[in-house]
Every structure is written in structure tokens, then in C-alpha cells.
């Protein structure tokens, strides 16, 4: 046996688009569980099958094979059965890129517990919040960043309640417990649960509190279906490969990391790269890469922005075969110059922790650089205006799923304990994105932008994204941020907020020459009269643009 993926699908090969979108479907067997239905079963049918590379800066390294992964997460799921955790019970994983990441997951899946990831910079008042809201049971933490600090603050200020806390790793600390003790001295035999104890595809299996660009987070909430939907991600717009090595760059707290390093890709035979850098380094990563053979590639825009700024022809991109991008639209600037470099064609695409990928540049297709491509089998994505009608072609509008026929495999259940938040994005037959995009005459779809982005001036609407694609292009720039900034006489002005690249220097000079840049490649009135420069974008733990902290600052002043 190789991969498991023609268990789940219905066929694994197709001639093209059309073919894929008309004859794809996932097969979803009766109680999946991820842990035992695949990596427990290559575990049993080809043990020394690769499954994770990993390194770090330190020079430290790690090779991970199925056995190694089921004996681990056996360990680990007796480490929290150990601790009181069941069924139905959530567990924060705080552990960046740690690789005792992937035992926690797959052992909450065994147990049927419920994972909650999150990112190590978190502060104290946001842990109180999920403590709060999931009803936390346990933690388990990286020691360093104050991390181990911002939980013990939290939960003495939520009050005596009887929170379990583990650390990976570091000194020992009072009132926490040392996870990677105890994992060694548990036993490696953990046994199925039957009956009532054994999980079910309706089941609640994974959290994610969104990062969201405002207010409050919400819930996320996926069942043991969800991990299935990724062979979409995975196998039909990443194109990993049986025995190949992808990575996606995304830390264990960024719902990315469960969209490209480890269920699509598992289930398709591919294993996954884990570089654990504690700060980003272009160069650092493109050797990295390059020294490890990664195969295929995905990262979001902001990732790409910084290594296309490097010299590219001094690294080996012999084994990379394919990449992908995602998380905010692509520059066609950028897709240029990494074309340039390596000859190979950027496939973007678009999804939400409430998703996989719903819409993308799938293998049989011509890119066209800025469109998110095309809608995914399974999902029927429309475009719909605010008096609910569906648009024509070229109309901008609302991105929608229509639910009416079926609820298509990997689409959130709902946002827990927040129905009156479920209903307001999903009713009618419709689940809301909140994204704004248009669709060409070839069926392709282009994102503007969130809704609430999208920057009314002088009578004209205009999508950050345009502005954003025209001033990335010239070279001073590394990445911008556009935005509406209030006026009393246009309403709203166009507000450019610009990190430059290594080499240039803020000046009234450069000010205008962008300015001037702006209106000689986009429609003139999209140029931003106003125009800052800044040392780094405010960003979502997903590294998604804060536009509305941007505005929140203009507003107040």
C-alpha cells in the first residue's frame, strides 16, 4: 500500500476541470476517525513510511514515520486519559511548531476529545476568553515567549477552577505538568473505544477561535468529517504527491496548519516539512527547503512578497515542483517574478477557517494572475448583491455557498455556543463569507475584498486589493496595506500604508513618486492621497492584514 487516498474519493484521476468537477466526489465511511482510519492504518500496512521531516534553527532535525506517529499519539492519549480528559473535552494546544504538535492532535482524535490550536501570542486577556467560552480542560504549552506566564495569569484571574496545565519542554514549573516525562513513561497501547466512548462523523473534533479581523473571535467548529475535505486542499490544488515532501508555512495555531500539514496530505501518501523558526528569515527558509527537497509549496502572499526580494538564483529549486497561495490575493507582480525565478506558475486559491478550499486554481487550469480561480466539486459558490439576488457576470458581489441541495463535506457545523452568529451568516439556504469578489466570462472568480474593506470615495467603490497590486510593483515597496480614511468632503480617501523594502528610505520624495507610480499603472482617482510609512502591518495570527486596526487608528484621531 502507498496512499489511501482512492479509499476516500471516488476517482483519483481526471482529464480536466470539467471532468473533476462533474465526477469528484469524497466518500465518507461510517464513524471516520482520522487517527485510527489513516494514520493508525499506515501505521499497520507500510510502518516506515515517511510522515514528517523536521528541523529547527538549532540544527536539530527529526524523521517521523507512521509507526513513530502511532506510538506516540498512543502514548500521548494515555497521557490525557491519565489527566481526566474524555470525550467531548477541549484541550488548548499552544506549541508553535513543536512536533509534539501532531501527537496531541492525533490523540485527542483517538480519545475523542475536542483540539483547540492556538497561537503562542496570545495574552492573557484572550486566554481568559477561551477558557471561558470552550470550557477549557487542559492546556499544553511551549515554556518559552511568557507563554507558561500569560497562562498562569489567566487562569488565576478566571478563578479556582480545575484547569490542567502541561509543558513541552524547559525547567520544571509549580502546578504544571512535565509533558515529555510523562509521555516517556506511558504506555504505547491505547485500544479503539467502542460504544458510547467511540467517536462519530457528527461529533465535534477540532476549535479554532478565528483570528479575526474584528471583533470578538468566534468559535469555529469542524466534526470528523472535516479532515477528509482537505483531500481537495491537498491532492487537487496543492498536488502533493505520493512519498513527496510539502510544506505549507503556517505554526500549529493557524487553522493553515490543518489545511496543509497533515490530514489532505497524509491521506494522499505525501509527508510533511516542519520548520520551527522562532523568527521568519527568507533566506533561512529558501535554504531550508532547498536542503530538506521539498516537493510542494504553499504559503500566503506576505510569505512570497519577502523571498521574491532575495536573490533566488542562488538557491537549488531542482525538487520543487509545484506552489500554491493563499490568505490574501496574489499581486500579479509577485507571480511574476517567482515565475521568473523558478519557472513555476503560482495556482492560487481561497478558503476560511469556516472551510477548505472552496475556490482554486486546479492543475488542468490556466492561472491568471490576481483570480482566486474556479469553485471546488462539491461546492456551489455563487456571487449574490445585498438585495440577495445572484449577480451577472463582471458584477461584484457577496461570495456564498449554496446549502440548499447539500452541506458540502468540510464546511463548519456551526459557531459554538452562538447561534444567533450562525444565523446571521448562515439562513436562506446560503452560508455568508462576508468576502466580496466578481466572476469573469471564463467562470473565474477575483477578490475585492472583506465587505467591510471595500472603500466608497467620491462616488467611486474601490477594492483594496487594485491599489495594493499597483504600488507592490514598484521596487520600494515590500508590502502595503490600503485603505478608507475619513474626509468631509469625499467621505473617504485612499489611504496607502507602506513597509519598504531593504535599501529604501521614507521621504516626501518617494511619497510622491509612488503616488505618481499609482496613477500611471490603475485608474488615476484610485491613487492614495494619503500615503504613510511604516516598519511593519498590523496582522491577523494568521498573518491576514488588519486593515480594520488601520482604520480604527484613522477614525479616533
Not at 495569569?153 to 524547559?170: F, M, N, S, T, V
Not at 479581523?213 to 466534526?223: H, L, N, R, S, Y
Not at 472551510?355 to 492561472?367: D, H, K, L, R
Not at 492614495?528 to 488601520?550: C, M, W, Y
Amino acid at each position: 500500500m502507498t496512499s489511501l487516498l482512492s479509499r476516500f474519493v471516488s476517482q483519483t484521476d481526471f482529464e480536466s476541470y470539467e471532468d473533476f468537477q462533474e465526477n469528484f466526489r469524497i466518500i465518507v465511511p461510517e464513524n471516520f476517525n482520522f487517527a485510527y482510519d489513516v494514520v493508525d492504518e499506515y501505521a499497520k500496512d507500510c510502518p516506515e513510511k515517511r510522515a514528517m521531516v523536521w528541523c529547527d534553527d538549532s540544527g536539530n532535525e527529526r524523521f517521523f514515520t507512521f509507526k513513530d506517529l502511532k506510538y506516540y499519539s498512543d502514548k500521548a492519549a494515555n497521557f490525557f486519559v491519565k489527566h481526566g480528559i474524555g470525550k467531548g473535552d477541549y484541550v488548548m494546544l499552544t506549541l508553535k511548531s513543536r512536533y509534539e504538535f501532531w501527537y496531541c492532535l492525533v490523540a485527542l482524535h483517538k480519545i475523542g476529545a475536542i483540539a483547540v490550536p492556538a497561537t503562542h501570542m496570545l495574552k492573557t486577556r484572550d486566554i481568559v476568553y477561551r477558557i471561558e467560552k470552550a470550557d477549557l480542560k487542559m492546556i499544553v504549552c511551549v515554556p518559552e515567549e511568557g507563554v507558561p506566564e500569560q497562562m498562569d495569569e489567566a487562569h488565576a484571574e478566571y478563578g479556582d477552577i480545575p484547569l490542567k496545565k502541561a509543558l513541552i519542554g524547559g525547567e520544571s514549573r509549580p502546578g504544571w505538568i512535565n509533558f515529555r516525562k510523562e509521555l516517556e513513561e506511558a504506555s504505547p497501547d491505547f485500544e479503539r473505544p467502542t460504544g458510547e466512548a467511540a467517536t462519530k462523523n457528527e461529533d465535534i473534533c477540532l476549535l479554532y477561535f478565528s483570528s479575526g479581523t474584528a471583533g470578538f473571535p468566534k468559535m469555529i467548529e469542524q466534526d470528523h468529517t472535516y479532515p477528509l475535505a482537505h483531500i481537495l486542499t491537498a491532492s487537487y490544488w496543492q498536488n502533493v504527491q505520493d512519498d513527496g515532501l510539502h510544506y505549507t508555512v503556517a505554526d500549529s495555531g493557524w487553522a493553515k496548519c490543518v489545511w496543509g500539514k497533515i490530514y489532505g496530505q497524509w491521506i494522499a501518501g505525501a509527508a510533511v516539512f516542519v520548520y520551527d523558526y522562532d523568527i521568519f528569515d527568507a533566506k533561512n527558509m529558501l535554504e531550508k527547503a532547498s536542503k530538506y527537497g521539498v516537493k510542494t509549496f504553499c504559503a500566503p502572499p506576505t510569505i512570497y512578497r519577502f523571498l521574491i526580494k532575495e536573490d533566488l538564483s542562488q538557491y537549488d529549486f531542482g525538487s520543487l515542483s509545484y506552489a500554491v497561495v493563499a490568505g490574501e490575493p496574489l499581486n500579479p507582480e509577485v507571480f511574476n517574478r517567482f515565475l521568473e525565478f523558478t519557472g513555476i506558475k503560482l495556482m492560487e486559491g481561497f478558503g476560511q477557517t469556516e472551510t477548505v478550499v472552496t475556490i482554486a486554481t486546479f492543475p488542468w487550469m490556466e492561472p491568471k494572475p490576481g483570480s482566486i480561480g474556479k469553485p471546488t466539486p462539491g461546492y456551489e459558490i455563487e456571487i449574490m448583491n445585498k438585495e440577495g439576488k445572484l449577480c451577472d457576470v463582471g458584477e461584484e458581489g457577496e461570495i456564498v455557498i449554496n446549502t440548499k441541495a447539500e452541506i458540502p463535506v468540510g464546511l463548519f457545523v456551526h459557531y459554538g455556543k452562538d447561534p444567533e452568529k450562525t444565523l446571521q451568516t448562515w439562513h436562506d439556504g446560503y452560508y455568508h463569507t462576508g468576502d466580496m469578489a466578481w466572476m469573469d466570462e471564463d467562470g473565474y472568480f477575483w477578490f475585492v475584498g472583506r465587505g467591510d474593506d471595500i472603500i466608497k470615495t467620491s462616488g467611486y467603490k474601490v477594492g483594496p486589493f487594485e491599489v495594493e497590486s499597483a504600488l507592490i510593483q514598484h521596487p520600494a515597496v515590500l508590502e502595503c496595506a490600503i485603505t478608507g480614511a475619513p474626509d468631509p468632503v469625499r467621505g473617504q480617501v485612499i489611504k496607502a500604508t507602506v513597509v519598504l523594502a531593504k535599501g529604501y528610505s521614507p521621504s516626501e520624495e518617494l511619497r510622491k513618486e509612488l503616488q505618481n507610480h499609482v496613477k500611471k499603472v490603475t485608474a488615476p482617482y484610485k491613487y492614495p492621497r494619503i500615503l504613510e510609512f511604516v516598519d511593519e502591518l498590523p496582522k491577523t495570527i494568521s498573518g491576514k492584514i488588519r486593515r480594520v486596526e488601520i482604520r480604527d487608528k484613522d477614525q479616533n484621531q
